[in-house]
């Protein structure tokens, strides 16, 4: 969403930090046009994807992420990388699996978090070690407990013994 995306030059030259910025776009995105525009008028490092096939990758090759309180929250959670949840909505305030029992930190409404308050908690994550490690260990514990995830493994070990050329992540 815009909300989420837009800020995020301010935050980043707040930190004043050499950092690659990545953007995923969804399918349901309908600001598509105006964060494309943010693309090339930054003077930061930001690359921008669409229809991305391999989201695990990009998360377990990042350092931070920031999110809304959707999917990509479990994701996080299952390839154990710190992230910031900034809901979207009051819905998605009510997402139990977006707090810190379960290894993320929400920083509740997109809307009303200044690039200042955004820009604290991102150098607060990426300098705390023993946050980052708080937080590891609650996505390891929760994420062995998930149902879903052991589901997950297991197909996937299956579909890796049937094709045995094939990379899986």
Request: proline share 4%.
């Amino acid at each position: 969403d815009e909300i989420l995306v837009e800020p995020i030059p301010e935050v980043f030259e707040l930190l004043k930090n050499n950092v690659e910025i990545i953007v995923v776009l969804g399918p349901g995105n309908i600001n598509k046009k105006s964060i494309r525009k943010l693309e090339k008028s930054s003077q930061l490092d930001i690359k921008i994807y669409e229809n991305v096939d391999d989201m695990a990758s990009l998360i377990s090759s990042a350092d931070l992420a920031i999110t809304s309180a959707g999917r990509t929250v479990t994701e996080l959670i299952a390839m154990r990388t710190p992230g910031l949840v900034m809901c979207q909505n009051v819905k998605e305030l009510t997402h139990t699996h977006a707090s810190p029992i379960h290894g993320v930190i929400n920083l509740g409404l997109g809307i009303n978090l200044s690039p200042e308050v955004l820009s604290n908690h991102i150098k607060t994550l990426m300098d705390d070690y023993k946050l980052r490690d708080f937080l590891f260990r609650k996505m390891k514990v929760i994420s062995k407990k998930r149902s879903n995830l052991k589901f997950f493994y297991l197909i996937l070990k299956k579909f890796k013994e049937k094709n045995e050329n094939i990379r899986c992540i």
